[in-house]
């Protein structure tokens, strides 16, 4: 038996049922997630970002320079600042940076590229304020990551020092094949659950958009990338579609790719050791990042 069919014996994967509505995905997303315990060390505290609500992720001892914005998944339409201090609190806790995790508007309420807007109006007042930040994403917030990234260059704005990307959503065209060759091995979605969000995020924009699908963007000039996924997943492609790209135009990027792992397997910390190594190197990154940015920081 595999992981993940362990995992999904256990109940802690479950295929997503399709159809239900925006209200209803984020109910029962809230009631997995929303309220996960952090760690007595974490204190959370909310503020306004760029005019976005946000809440700032305090572990004790995270001292260090710099900061991590974290941009939550959720396929554009569901999570919150809360269930992406899921994984901002440990990534903070092993890197020693704080980290501030982002409310950024949904579809489809608040369709592409309103998502967008809100993290690039975050990141720059983190630029305004001297901040060295670097940029972090599970999933859809992952896509979201890289498109600020670009949108960022576009606007003129400092790159930050580097990005670090969980099963990144990266091609909202749903060109990748994994999502028809990994469709019987994830545990959480097949191409109809992908659709059905692109849908209702893009809201009849263009899905080539680099925005929206930063794997057809020109990413030169992007600053160091770290890229985590895991075999069994149907956005397993929209990662090495990624690096591949980031690769052939001289973008410093780093590839961990687990045999067997689900989306987003970091959430399975404390399960899989395979997830809490994925988190060090991440954390590893993060320091090193921001200490080459600020001439030695960071310890």
Not at 206 to 223: C, H, I, K, M, Q
Request: hydrophobic share 45%.
């Amino acid at each position: 038996m595999s992981r993940v069919e362990r995992e999904m014996a256990r109940g802690t994967i479950q295929k997503g049922e399709l159809g239900r509505s925006p209200v209803q995905q984020r109910a029962d997303f809230d009631d997995q997630f929303a309220e996960l315990p952090l760690g007595e060390d974490v204190k959370l505290t909310q503020r306004r970002l760029g005019g976005v609500q946000a809440l700032d992720v305090h572990v004790d001892g995270s001292d260090g320079k710099g900061v991590i914005l974290y941009l939550h998944g959720g396929g554009y339409v569901i999570g919150s600042a809360r269930t992406g201090a899921n994984l901002a609190a440990p990534l903070a806790r092993r890197s020693g940076v704080p980290a501030v995790s982002l409310e950024y508007r949904l579809a489809p309420e608040h369709p592409f590229p309103a998502g967008v807007h809100d993290a690039v109006a975050a990141y720059r007042e983190l630029c305004e304020a001297g901040q060295n930040v670097v940029i972090a994403g599970d999933s859809a917030g992952g896509g979201l990551a890289l498109a600020t990234l670009l949108a960022a260059r576009a606007e003129g704005l400092p790159q930050p020092a580097g990005a670090v990307v969980f099963s990144p959503w990266t091609d909202v065209t749903l060109a990748s094949a994994s999502m028809d060759t990994r469709g019987d091995y994830d545990p959480l979605f097949s191409r109809a659950h992908m659709a059905e969000s692109a849908a209702l995020y893009l809201g009849g924009a263009d899905p080539r958009n680099e925005l929206a699908s930063p794997v057809f963007a020109d990413l030169t000039g992007l600053p160091p990338l770290l890229v985590q996924v895991g075999s069994a997943e149907v956005l397993l492609d929209d990662s090495l579609r990624l690096v591949a790209r980031a690769a052939e135009q001289e973008v410093d990027v780093s590839l961990d790719v687990v045999a067997g792992a689900p989306h987003v397997y970091q959430y399975f910390a404390g399960m899989m050791p395979e997830a809490e190594e994925a988190l060090d190197h991440a954390a590893t990154f993060i320091k090193n990042r921001l200490r080459d940015e600020s001439g030695g920081g960071v310890a």
